[in-house]
Every structure is written in C-alpha cells, then in structure tokens.
C-alpha cells in the first residue's frame, strides 16, 4: 500500500513568488491536513480537507491557501512569499478524519525562500 | 484552548539505557485522543500510538510503553534498552473536537540521541 506521497522533496523560491505543493493521500483516505514545521514554531496546522472541502483552518495569513480534488489530491499554495515562510510543509492523510484516527504523514516538502 | 508541552527539548542516553519522554497537555474537553510521534532525520512523522481519553490503561509494545495518568493530564513515553536507531524527534499530540471541529495540537517535541 503506498504511502502518503508529497512533491516536490525541495524547492527554493525567491521572496515575492508563488509556489504549490502537492500531496497524494493513502488510497481510500478521504482527510488531507497540512502543517508547517519550523525550529521556531514547532508543527503548526494549516488547514484540513475532507472530500473536497475545507472542514478546518489554522491560524494563518490568506497567502495560504489549499484545495482537495474529487480524488483525494491535495494541493497548497502560497502566494507572495516571505523569507519566514522557509520550512517543512507535512502533509498528512486519515480515513476518515474521525477523532480517533492517527495521521500517516507525508515526507514534506522543505521550502527554502531566499 | 488546548496545549502540549513537552519540556524536555533533547536528551541524549547511552545505548541500552531506558529514557522516558515527558508530555502534559491541557484541554477542557472531556473526549480526546492522544498520540505519539517519532520523526527521524529523513522527515517522515511515523505514528506510533494512539490513546483515548478513557482509556486509562498503561501499554506496553516491545521496547516502547506509555503511562497516561489523567489526574495529572500526563501521557509519558519510556524506551527501553535504547537503541542507535531510536534517535529522532518524538512529538506528542492532542486530538479534541472543538466546537465541531478536530484540532490537532503538537508538542514542540523533544530531541532523542542515542550514543552508542
């Protein structure tokens, strides 16, 4: 059964560009979740789809953006970017999104903005 | 709101030494699960257990065990006999449903190296 699939591994972008990233959940997992991971701040929720919707938010600037396609695919996108937005992004994919479900995590995509 | 803290930032032991990874967590909610991490160096955050909030009954997995103690809102995570590669970053986490919403709050991990 492959696992949760994230690309690209690594990407460098310059200040001011947009940039999107793309996770592929376990197949029949229907929850995408993203997080950013940072020294600084530790892992920190961006957003959740369940079938194609948004269902949770984080606290995060609208630059963030994201959106689920009817097979489970997930993309993020960040526009106008900044020098603070340099870190892993982790994805992660649930069944179903239930309370008792763990995540199976994604490698992440390590964005470097310069 | 909800918190995880997990004060040890890094810990280093000698192989085949026992280690225990501390994590307190604060939520008003009644109904939650609690995980564990470990995040290697390659990035990948790895599950490795799960615990509901009545579920008060210690586990014991091979080398891994988890003491969850609600009266103090404590969920510890002690290795045995450490190994080389149980090096990595262990994060636990809080899972509650907010206001009809999940939310998932981390710890900031703390930094295991085992020296062999």
């Known amino acids: 059964k492959a696992g949760v699939t994230q690309t690209p591994r690594y990407l460098i972008k310059t200040r001011g560009q947009q940039v999107t990233l793309s996770c592929s959940p376990i197949?029949?997992?229907?929850?995408v979740s993203w997080y950013q991971q940072t020294p600084g701040q530790g892992l920190q929720f961006l957003f959740e789809?369940?079938?194609?919707?948004?269902?949770n938010k984080g606290n995060f600037p609208g630059r963030f953006s994201g959106r689920q396609f009817s097979n489970s695919r997930s993309e993020m996108n960040v526009s106008t970017l900044e020098l603070g937005d340099s870190a892993l992004y982790l994805c992660?994919?649930?069944?179903?999104?239930?309370?008792?479900?763990?995540?199976?995590f994604g490698s992440g995509t390590r964005l470097t903005v310069v | 709101a909800q918190k995880v803290t997990q004060a040890q930032t890094e810990i280093s032991v000698v192989e085949k030494e026992d280690v225990t990874l501390d994590c307190v967590y604060e939520t008003r909610d009644t109904t939650y699960y609690l995980f564990w991490y470990k995040q290697p160096p390659s990035g990948e955050l790895v599950f490795l257990i799960r615990?509901?909030?009545?579920?008060?009954q210690n586990e014991i997995s091979g080398r891994y065990s988890w003491n969850f103690q609600k009266s103090t809102s404590s969920f510890n995570f002690t290795i045995t006999a450490s190994q080389v590669v149980d090096s990595a970053v262990y994060f636990c986490?809080?899972?509650?449903?907010?206001?009809?919403?999940?939310?998932?709050?981390f710890g900031t991990g703390t930094k295991l190296q085992v020296i062999p």
């Open positions: 789809y369940f079938s194609e919707t948004q269902r």
């Open positions: 615990r509901n909030s009545f579920d008060e």
């Open positions: 986490a809080l899972r509650t449903n907010s206001g009809g919403y999940q939310k998932v709050t």
């Open positions: 992660a994919s649930s069944s179903t999104g239930g309370l008792d479900y763990g995540y199976t």
């Open positions: 197949s029949g997992h229907r929850s």
